[in-house]
């Protein structure tokens, strides 16, 4: 026993004396870290305002009367979520779904990456991990040496005239409708495999039962994975008699509409595309050795009407109000004017996510355009029972979720700041779409330094 102690005496001088704290408490020093602002989105440095309506509520619906509220400081992006952003969560799913499949393929035949063909582009090897590829090196060392790991770093081969091998070729017609479903004769993907499967911890219920494992709240919503293509057809759904077949065939694929935001997006998938988000950017940070980033999610109600006023308070749009028009007769949002004549603010559908003046957050679309998800369900009298800081609520068993700013079809009375209206959480519509937020790491002081 006097050895031991002997020796862990001497061992914590050794230590103590290697040390450059010299003894000092100074703490222990993690990575290098500074604030970055993410790609595509403005920091809206925290704060108080009056939530709900400060005018007449005109058509007595008496669902948001005022309120002070502060929210926390957090970063939004500046436009809805375009056809393009949404078209790389597509295509991400798709190609990974279709790598798994082309391993699944070449495992059942037993093909490796010696073999030429399928093996060549569904698996690689281990080899020097000092020449792997951040994925391989992840992949190594989560399964260890002998772990088959799936090509992530070729690109997949969509032209048949340019498949490896008959197998290659078999599984990409899987991927697409039967011929007698093909559309003017273009080979049409199957949208209906695009599925994307992810977990998420319940933090909120997790805290209330602190005696309870964590795993007891891991929960995967979609075990057989969320569908997460577009309906295009709420352009027919959504107007009985309109014709809006162009709108169907063309508005989410064509490059014409690429900055345009995506609509036809339930509120599950606007949460899944947030989990996805979070995952593709992690993977990034971890490839260059960076610290992760903190997820991306749909805005509370609260913050999005705090970010929509831009800082304006009691004004009834973003850009102040009380009126839809400038000085100079110009409307100054993407809605339905003049009793229906859609085409007077110089758009008959939706118009470019960055399209008008942005408010003084530098958001653009708050207003019109299309209605925005967010992450709270609709309760009438809400506002009567939240906490005044960071408001929020999100009821699992409640179906009814916020939507906020008004759209393209909507008079000007929805695009009111205050202006409340909800969906389904599994409907989709020509008319919603969204945008994300992600925390802001620090403090409300210095958030608002950087904005200053």
Known sequence: MKKIIFLTLVLAIVSSCGSKDKGELVGVKGKRWHPEKPYGMSLIPGGAFVMGKADDDVVDLQDAPTKTVTVRSFYMDETEITNSEYRQFVHWVRDSILREKLAEMADLEGKTSEDEGIGQFAYVDSGD??????????????????????????????????????????????????????????RTWDVSQFKFDYSYIDIEEAAKYPELPRSDF????????LEIYPDTTVWIRDFKYAYNVPMLNDYFWHEAYGNYPVVGITWEQANAFCQWRTIYKNSYQKSKGKQNVNMFRLPSEAEWEYAARGGLDGAAFPWGGPYAKNDRGCFLANFKPLRGNYAADQALYTVEADAYEPNDYNLYNMAGNVSEWVNSSYDASSYEYTASFNPNVNDKD???????????????????????????????????????VQDYLGTDATANAATN
Request: glycine share 6%.
């Open 129 to 186: 991990p000092e020449e792997l590829t951040p994925y391989q090196r992840y992949m190594l060392d989560t399964y260890g040496d002998e772990q088959r790991q799936i090509n992530r770093d070729a690109d997949l081969i969509f032209d048949t005239e340019d498949y490896p091998d008959e197998l290659y070729a078999e599984v990409m017609d899987e991927m697409y409708l039967p011929p007698d479903e093909w559309y003017n004769g273009n």
């Open 218 to 225: 891991i929960e995967r919503p979609y075990p057989e994975g």
């Open 398 to 436: 409640n179906p009814r979720k916020v939507v906020r700013g008004g759209s393209w079809k909507d008079v000007a009375y929805f695009l009111q700041v205050s202006s409340r209206d909800y969906e389904h959480t599994d409907s989709a519509r020509s008319f919603i779409g969204f945008r994300t």
